[in-house]
């Protein structure tokens, strides 16, 4: 028998809404598929239970995290309607995170409906961007997802405006950004950026103590302000009807103990934020110091992956740290650490469903020779660091850089080599043999200049655009 929706509740935030109906009851939407490409399903696809749409439906693993994900277009940015078709033959609910373009937004809890042959549609009602939008549905227990058969989504109203605080969906977080405190989201890693598109003549930003911080404003160049604390105006004077701004900081980095938090943009009276497009790739590249930029003094922002992923229209983050090796050995092994929020994070803390990486770009070893790690511990932490990779990001091509010290790379090659071997074809090797010339492209022998980077940037820009 169908519940009634009366039957089922959750409680979700202010900016979504949700109800339970037997019967799916949007007015005009278009259907996906779970089992239908670019649709994902971190399970299997069945079609075992009767009452299905389509030629099956997504059977999720019983896991946190093991989410399915629709990518749905909308005509213009607004408030859509997602009707979420499920069955949950057990009488325990389970709930799930509602990630919207790598943000979560609100969460749902899918209850019981009586038998795994019993289909129900809940229904979201939350913001979205024009053009391409990822919806994930991420389980927050281990029981995992339901079955879940397909989404309906519609267009319904005008797009939400929003006051800029941290917690605002209208602004877009890139990289690993903590947010359990509300007043202040801090940026981990390096690289981590936000977006956001306004209406007003002016515009500034809260921040609690002294960072240096840089932004754009309509896509001019990226500037500088150093030093700052407490609310900033970055500009005034602006015309036009809406404009948009981006705005990053700078890493925690040797003595330097800024404080890269976001407080939130200062509006003008009366101006508000509205819904900004969020591109469909995301890149994450994970490395040591050359990958951060360290040591120029513009960096994040002249370094290579920067450039890159800027050249080809994607999003992007640096999970990198100065002096981070593969292997943990006295050092920032990133075979561990890239599973955590930030470099003073004290555990694995990292949600993965936050965000999912269209492609990771992995450039380790130039440190591990200093740390006694042999040839053998490093193949096999990198074969290690590969299969972590894909379990974090199970729909991400993969890259492995050889370093441009020449240190490991038969390694490295050989254990994308084993990771082929088991079947992932989608970890790829890159040869950078002949990329830096360390004569003319670095400071010091090891660390590229701007030029170099912008050399490098050049080199891996037409690898990644094969496959992103």
């Known amino acids: 028998m169908r519940l009634k929706s009366s039957l089922i509740a959750c409680t979700l935030l202010a900016t979504a809404v949700m109800v339970l109906e037997g019967n799916a009851a949007v007015a005009a939407p278009t259907r996906y598929e779970a089992e239908v490409a670019p649709a994902t399903c971190t399970g299997t696809i069945d079609s075992n239970h009767t009452g299905y749409s389509g030629t099956g439906f997504c059977n999720g693993d019983n896991a946190v995290g093991a989410a399915a994900q629709f990518t749905v277009n909308a005509p213009a940015a607004g408030t859509a309607t997602l009707g979420i078709r499920f069955a949950n033959g057990t009488t325990t609910a389970r709930p799930a995170d509602v990630v919207v373009n790598g943000s979560r937004v609100t969460g749902v809890s899918f209850e019981g409906t009586g038998a795994w042959t019993t289909w129900v549609t809940a229904t979201l009602t939350l913001s979205v961007n024009s053009g391409s939008n990822t919806v994930r549905l991420s389980p927050t227990t281990a029981g995992g997802l339901p079955n879940t058969d397909y989404l309906d989504f519609e267009v319904t109203g005008d797009p939400v405006g929003g006051n800029g605080r941290p917690n605002d969906p209208n602004i877009q977080y890139y990289g690993r950004w903590k947010t359990s405190d509300p007043a202040y989201y801090a940026m981990g890693w390096a690289g981590g950026y936000l977006e956001a598109r306004f209406t007003g003549s002016s515009i500034g930003v809260r921040q609690r103590n002294t960072i240096d911080l840089y932004y754009s404003i309509d896509q001019a160049p990226i500037q500088w302000r150093r030093n700052v604390s407490g609310n900033i105006t970055l500009a005034s004077g602006l015309t036009g009807s809406s404009h948009t701004i981006r705005i990053g900081y700078r890493e925690r980095a040797g003595s330097y103990t800024g404080d890269p938090v976001f407080g939130g943009l200062i509006l003008a009276n009366g101006a508000q934020t509205t819904s900004i497009g969020r591109p469909t790739s995301l890149v994450e590249f994970i490395g040591d110091s050359i990958t951060v930029g ?163 940037a050049q080199r891996l820009r037409p690898i990644l655009d094969q496959y992103i």
């Open 294 to 456: 360290q040591p120029n003094a513009n960096r994040p922002f002249t370094a290579y992956p920067w450039l890159a992923a800027e050249a080809l229209g994607a999003a992007h983050t640096q999970v990198a740290q100065g002096g981070a090796c593969l292997v943990s050995r006295d050092c920032y092994g990133m075979m561990d650490w890239f599973r955590r929020s930030s470099n003073s994070a004290t555990y694995d803390d990292w949600n993965f469903s936050t965000y999912q990486a269209t492609a990771v770009v992995i450039n380790l070893g130039t440190n591990d020779v200093g740390h006694g790690v042999s040839t053998t511990q490093f193949q096999q932490g990198y074969i290690t660091m590969l299969a972590r990779v894909r379990q974090a990001y199970p729909n991400a091509e993969i890259f492995a850089m050889g370093v441009f010290r020449n240190r490991y790379v038969t390694e490295t090659r050989n254990a994308v080599a084993a990771r082929n071997a088991a079947g992932d074809t989608r970890v790829h090797f890159v040869d950078t043999a002949g990329w830096v010339n360390p004569a003319t492209d670095t400071s010091d022998n090891v660390h590229p200049t701007d030029a170099g980077h912008a050399k490098i």
